[in-house]
């Protein structure tokens, strides 16, 4: 289904993720029980930008694993005021389409991205408009 994470993810960004499964020997924490068709892990130095864009269609989580970021998001093409979010280590962050997002890495960071496209260059391009959004010069 193509629209299987509106009911749940449409209107959230910081998402509870579902209860861990632990034992003796450790635990493992659910992220993404959807159909989704790339993982991708990215790092970014400190003080960078990434993103500025919206998705189509498109739609992807994200889980700090180390550092954090501050995210800037809105609906695309309305005139609603930019919100801000900082996203930590153990969080996890949804994004879906038509949502202008930017990132603001304050720390060294990794994250975990799964998405529902592929993450080929071909099909990224025609999913993604890149946006003149959030920069130093118009940043809170």
């Given at each position: 289904?193509?629209?299987?994470?509106?009911?749940?993810?449409?209107?959230?960004?910081?998402?509870?993720?579902?209860?861990?499964?632990?034992?003796?020997?450790?635990?493992?924490?659910?992220?993404c029980?959807?159909?989704?068709?790339?993982?991708?892990?990215?790092?970014?130095?400190?003080?960078?930008?990434?993103?500025?864009?919206?998705?189509?269609?498109?739609?992807?989580?994200?889980?700090?694993?180390?550092?954090?970021?501050?995210?800037?998001?809105?609906?695309?093409?309305?005139?609603?005021?930019?919100?801000?979010?900082?996203?930590?280590?153990?969080?996890?962050?949804?994004?879906?389409?038509?949502?202008?997002?930017?990132?603001?890495?304050?720390?060294e960071?990794?994250?975990?991205?799964?998405?529902?496209?592929?993450?080929?260059?071909?099909?990224?391009?025609?999913?993604?408009?890149?946006?003149?959004?959030?920069?130093?010069?118009?940043?809170?």
């Amino acid at each position: 289904m193509s629209d299987e994470y509106k009911k749940e993810y449409l209107n959230a960004d910081i998402i509870n993720m579902k209860e861990k499964f632990g034992d003796d020997r450790g635990f493992i924490q659910p992220l993404c029980d959807l159909n989704m068709k790339s993982a991708s892990l990215i790092y970014t130095k400190e003080n960078q930008w990434r993103a500025n864009h919206y998705h189509k269609k498109d739609w992807h989580f994200i889980y700090v694993i180390k550092g954090e970021f501050e995210y800037y998001y809105r609906k695309t093409n309305s005139n609603e005021e930019t919100k801000k979010k900082i996203v930590t280590k153990g969080e996890l962050l949804f994004t879906g389409p038509m949502i202008d997002h930017a990132m603001l890495y304050t720390k060294e960071t990794e994250i975990l991205v799964v998405s529902k496209n592929p993450r080929d260059q071909k099909t990224y391009e025609e999913d993604t408009v890149r946006i003149d959004f959030m920069n130093d010069k118009n940043r809170f």
